[in-house]
């Protein structure tokens, strides 16, 4: 497997992924994402899954630790531990070339939960179909699909002010 | 290549993520503002990340062997303290039937006794003023 070819092609995708689940660390994770990708590229099965769904479950996986990682910090606010982040790194997504559209769709995806979060960005920026998504996700592929419904309703609604759905 | 280069891919996402033709259109705008945004215009993420990558160095589990040990010490105080405070809590070295309801002077003879020591002499004459001023 070629890693640069890798990087070239999935860099933009899992780092807009994990902008969208861990904000201003997304840097810190895909470099995670990506060490652990060229550390277990041997291990990659292509009769699992294909690389798309190989890269992006290493992304969820250290989205997910990174965030349960977080609420320990947040939990444990201790004075000795502020110097582990450089002052020189700004929070990535304040780089959007549009700081408005940044701010409303960082404030949409603040009315989702976190699964639904995290299925609609996977949805969004791996371009897995929802079965991929369920076998990475470990959900059933209806309750991907119920998911992915009920997030879009909410998004729509905090992004075009409308468009709930009358069943 | 960009996400929002794509154009049929977010037709095909908005295809998957609707399930009526009205709400497609409003689907489709929604996916097209997530797919447009940029997160790295200028690249310097991409740059960053690859060096972190290349140069092998993993901060992160430095950082979490900090927070980790970080815990560990606050749990550590946490039962020193809880065990400590158990300590001071302990019952002070007295019969434990002095405690018990019937064995507590309450209002009797016996109560001042307990109180002060002095004899219950409640009958002495001095103590009862007569009519003629106690004499």
Redesign the interface.
């Known amino acids: 497997m070629d890693f640069d070819a890798l990087?070239a092609?999935y860099?933009?995708?899992i780092?807009?992924y994990l902008?969208?689940r861990v904000g201003e660390d997304?840097?810190?994770?895909?470099?995670?994402v990506?060490?652990k990708a060229?550390a277990k590229a041997e291990q990659y099965d292509s009769a699992r899954g294909n690389v798309s769904q190989w890269l992006f479950g290493i992304a969820r996986n250290e989205a997910n630790y990174?965030l349960r990682?977080s609420l320990?910090?947040r939990m444990?606010p201790?004075d000795?531990?502020h110097d582990?982040i450089p002052s020189r790194e700004k929070p990535?997504?304040d780089?959007?070339?549009?700081e408005q559209?940044?701010k409303?769709?960082l404030a949409a995806l603040e009315t989702l939960s976190s699964r639904e979060r995290d299925i609609v960005?996977l949805?969004?920026?791996s371009?897995l179909?929802?079965r991929e998504i369920a076998e990475i996700s470990g959900l059933s592929e209806s309750n991907v699909g119920t998911i992915?419904?009920r997030a879009?309703g909410r998004?729509?609604q905090a992004?075009?002010g409308g468009?709930h759905?009358t069943a | 290549?960009?996400?929002h280069e794509d154009t049929e891919?977010l037709k095909k996402?908005a295809d998957?993520?609707?399930?009526?033709p009205?709400?497609r259109g409003?689907?489709e705008?929604?996916?097209a503002?997530?797919?447009k945004?940029?997160?790295?215009?200028?690249g310097?993420?991409?740059a960053?990340?690859?060096s972190?990558?290349k140069t092998?160095g993993?901060?992160?589990t430095?950082?979490?062997g900090?927070?980790l040990a970080?815990?560990c010490a606050?749990c550590l105080l946490l039962a020193l303290g809880v065990w400590h405070h158990g300590r001071d809590g302990a019952m002070p070295p007295v019969p434990p039937d002095c405690y018990s309801y019937y064995n507590f002077p309450s209002t009797g003879d016996d109560a001042i006794q307990f109180a002060d020591d002095t004899p219950p002499d409640w009958l002495a004459d001095y103590q009862f003023p007569s009519a003629t001023g106690g004499k």
């Open positions: 990087y092609e860099f933009d995708r780092h807009a902008c969208c997304a840097q810190d994770v895909a470099a995670q990506f060490r060229l990174h990682i320990l910090r444990i201790l000795l531990l582990s990535v997504c780089t959007l070339a549009d559209e940044k409303e769709l960005t949805k969004f920026y371009m179909n929802n992915l419904h879009m998004l729509r992004l075009t468009g759905e | 290549m960009k996400p891919k996402l998957e993520t609707s399930s009526s009205d709400l409003k689907n705008q929604v996916i503002r997530f797919l945004a940029d997160f790295d215009p200028r310097e993420a991409r960053r990340v690859l972190a990558v092998g993993n901060r992160r430095a950082r979490t900090r927070w970080a815990a606050s």
